[in-house]
């Protein structure tokens, strides 16, 4: 079977690689909405469970929707480092600004 062929045939199935991903992340985060409001847990445990759901559904969607497993591996992995420091830098300079942005008020 050459290339063309094979394209056509994965262009033609249905996606229920990503119709079962979109539902997990639908459920996964309906997950973590009940442990944050209604589980009633310790606020450790809460922040836990929550970080465990996140990279879950993190690895999940990288696997399932951004095909990490396809291309280059050096591209690939240059990219998720470039993302690992971005999302850092955001999540840092958030906590930071909500942390000590209100002292001069």
Not at 35 to 58: E, I, N, T, W, Y
Not at 88 to 103: D, Q, T
């Amino acid at each position: 079977m050459n290339e063309k062929e094979n394209i056509q045939e994965n262009h033609d199935r249905f996606p229920w690689k990503l119709v079962i991903g979109f539902v997990l992340s639908i459920v996964l985060t309906l997950l973590t909405l009940w442990v944050a409001f209604r589980s009633g847990f310790q606020d450790k445990m809460v922040l836990s469970l929550m970080l465990l759901l996140a990279f879950l559904q993190a690895g999940m969607q990288l696997v399932l929707f951004m095909h990490v497993r396809e291309g280059e591996g050096t591209v690939q992995v240059s990219n998720m480092v470039h993302a690992f420091f971005t999302a850092i830098i955001i999540v840092a300079g958030s906590v930071w600004v909500m942390s000590f942005g209100m002292h001069n008020h």
